[in-house]
C-alpha cells in the first residue's frame, strides 16, 4: 500500500521534475525562511484581539516565517491548528500551499487571508469591540477555570514557603493529567493482584496484565508516572516500599532487604527490629516500588538481574519505574513485567490544570501565555508549576513577551547535537526581526559545545543562502554575498587569534565569551539562511588526525635517516623525500622484477622498510604522490610478489633496536644489591680494611660477587671433597 503524502501546488513543479517529494521540497523551503525577511511592519494589536478565532496557516509567507506567524496569532489569542476543518475561522495562504488543504478550505468554504490581510487583521480588530459569542464562551472558560480551581484540594496543613508540587500534588485519580487508560490498568492490575495470584498468573484477564507479576512503567519526567503509583496504591489500599536512585540498590543488599517482603510479610514486620513484630500477620497490601531503574550506576552492579529474579518469585507486586524503556540495561525486564509507556499530556489538558493553580494563587496568566511556558516545559508538569511558583514571588501577572522571555530562561534542557546547535544558532528564526533573545541567549548556543560549534561555523558557512541577499539580484547579490563571507571570514580568523590565546601558555579562559561572539555568534549573523540540506561534520577533524599521524611517521622516517644525512625534518620532508621516492618507485616501474635489487639496496643505505614507501608517497608534496601511488597500485601482482621474496631474502642493517623489540630474557634485570650503601664511609666510623698483598683468596671467598655466577657441578665436586 502505498503512502500517500500531501502534495504542495507549485507551479514550476522543479523539485518534483527532478524526482524529489513534494513534502521534501516542502520542508526545504519552509526551512529556506520568508523570501523578504522584516520587509513588512508588524503592528501592534490590541490584547486578545484575536481571540475566539482559529487560524491555520499553509504555504510559505514572504516577510514571515512559520513559527513567527504562528506566534504572533497565539500572542492576541487566536487558537492555531495545523490543518482547517468546519470550525477555522481562517486560513492564511501563502506560496505553495498545500493542495489537500486548498481542497478542505473549497469544501467548507473557509475564509482566507493573504499575510497583508492578516497583519491588517490585527491592526483592525484592536480598535472593534470582541464579538458578544466569543465575550460569551470566555467568560464559560473562566468559570470553568474558577469552579476547577475551587476543587483543588491542597494539604490542610499549607505551611508559607511551602513547595508547590506538593501542595498540588494529585490527590484524586481525576486530578491527574492525561495517560487515563494506563492509570486505570494500573489499578486493575493491582485490584485484581490476589486472584491474579490464586490463579498462579495463567489469567491474563480483560487488559491482558494479568499473567505478570511485575510492572514496568516509562515515560519522560514530570509526565506523573511516579504521582500515579503513589496515588493509585494509596487508593487501593496498598503499602509502599520504594526504592529510589540515591538507595544503594546492588544484588546483595535487594536480596537481604526484600527476601521477607517477596514472601508476602507486611511492612510493619520488615521495619520493625522486635522478633514478635517480625513475625507479624501476613498481608497482601505491599507493593515493591523500583523508582529510576534505568540509573543504576556501577555501585548498583546486578541490581537489575536481581529485580528480575525477584519478580519471577514475588508474591507482591513490583513497580518499576524508568525514563527510557529502550536503555540496554531494561531488556530483562521485557520477559517478566508489563510494559506500560506514560505520554506527554497535551497542552490543552495540562493548560486547564495550570490555569487553575494561577487562579488559586492569584496570578494572572492567559490561556496563550499559559501555552508558551507548557511548551517551552515540554509538558513538564513539575517545571512549569515550578516557573509559575517562581514567577509569583515577584509578579502577579505575566505578558506573552514576558512568557517567551521566562520560559526560554527555564527551558528545559533537551539532548543537543552540533547539528541541531549550529541548524538552532544560523537559523532565520534567530536573527530575525521578531526575534527577542540578546547576544547572551545567542552564546548559549556555543557554550553548550564550545569546541565543536566554531568548527561546525567555519565548515559551513559557505554552503549558507544568507537572507541578507534574497532582495538583491544579478551582480549586485554576488558582490553582496562575497561581501559577507569576507566578514564572516575575518571574524572567524579573529576567533582563531582568540583561541590561541585560552589553549595557549597563556591561558586565557576569560576571553571564551569573545571567543564565542567572534567564532560564533557573528558568522552566523551575516550568513544565517538556508543550508540546502543537511549540515556538514567538521571535516578539520579528520584533516587534523591524518596531519599528526603523518608527522609521526616522518619523525621515525628521519630519526633512522638521520645516520646517511644531516637535515632535520622539514629538510628531509621538503628536499630528500622526492628523490627517495624516485628511486625506490622508478626502478620497479622501469624494470619489473630485475629493479628489486636496486631499491633494496637503496632501502638499506637509509635504513628503510617497505612500509616506509606508503609513508613517503603520502608526504609527498604536489601531484607526485598521486601519480606514484597510482603507478604502484598497477603493478603487476607477480613483480609485487618477486619483490616481497627477495627482501624476505636477505638480512637488512637496523638503525636501532627499541627494548620492546628484546626477548623478554634481556629484559630482566638482576638486582645487585638489597641495601644501599653511603658514599663516605666515615659516616659510619668503619677503618678501611687492607688485605696484605701476599695473602691467598680462596675461590670461595672469590665467588662471592653477585655477579659471577659459578657453575652447580663445580660447587657439588668441592663439596663432596670436603665431605671426603
Known sequence: MKRSWESTKDDSSTSQSKGAPAWRAAAARRAAGPAAPGS??????????????????TGELSSLGRDEAVDLAKRYGAKVTTAPSSKTSYVVLGENAGAK???V????????????QFLDLIAQRGSQALDPKVVQKIKEEEKKIQQAARDLSPATDERLGELWTDKYSPRQLKELVGNKANIEK????????????AAHFKKPGPNATNTFRGMLISGPPGVGKTTAVHLVCKLEGYQLLEFNASDTRNKKLLEAALTDVIDNRSIQGWTSSSTAAKQGAQSNRTVIVMDEVDGMSGGDRGGVGAINALIRKTNVPIICI?????NPKMQPL???????????????AIRSRMLSIAFREKLQIPAEVMDQLIVAAQSDLRLVTNMLSTWKLSQSAMTFDESKSFGAQNHKPTLQTPFSLYSELSSSQRFGPLNKQNINDKLDYYFQDHSIVPL?????????NPVLIQKESGPLRDWKHLQLVSQASRSISDGDLVDTLMHGPQQHWSLMPLHGITSSVRPCSLTYGSHGGFPSFPSFLGQNSKRLRLQRELVDVQTRMRLRSTGNKEAIRQSYLSALLTRLADPLLQHAQKGADEVIQCMDDYFLTPDDRETLIELEVGEANCTYLDKLKKL???????????????????????????????????????????DNEDAYKVDEEIAPANEPVSEEEDTKDPLIKVSETKTKGKRNSKAK
Open 186 to 197: 494500573l489499578q486493575a492490575w493491582l485490584r485484581d493482584w490476589p486472584k491474579s495470584r
Open 334 to 348: 521485557y520477559s517478566t513485567t508489563f510494559n506500560m509507556t506514560f505520554a506527554k499530556p497535551t497542552v490543552q
Open 456 to 464: 561546525m561555523v567555519e565548515e559551513n558557512y559557505l554552503k549558507t
Open 101 to 103: 488543504k486548498l481542497d
Open 322 to 326: 524508568c525514563n527510557d524503556r529502550r
Open 105 to 116: 478550505i473549497q469544501k467548507n468554504k473557509i475564509k482566507t487571508l493573504s499575510e497583508d
Open 40 to 57: 513588512k511592519a508588524i503592528p501592534d494589536g490590541a490584547p486578545n484581539c484575536l481571540a475566539g478565532l482559529t487560524m491555520v496557516f
Open 636 to 678: 603487476p601482482a607477480p613483480v609485487k610478489s618477486a619483490f616481497t621474496r627477495a627482501y624476505n631474502s636477505r638480512d637488512h642493517p637496523i638503525a636501532f633496536q627499541r627494548a620492546t623489540n628484546l626477548p623478554l630474557s634481556a629484559q630482566k634485570t638482576k638486582a645487585i644489591s638489597t641495601e644501599t650503601q653511603p
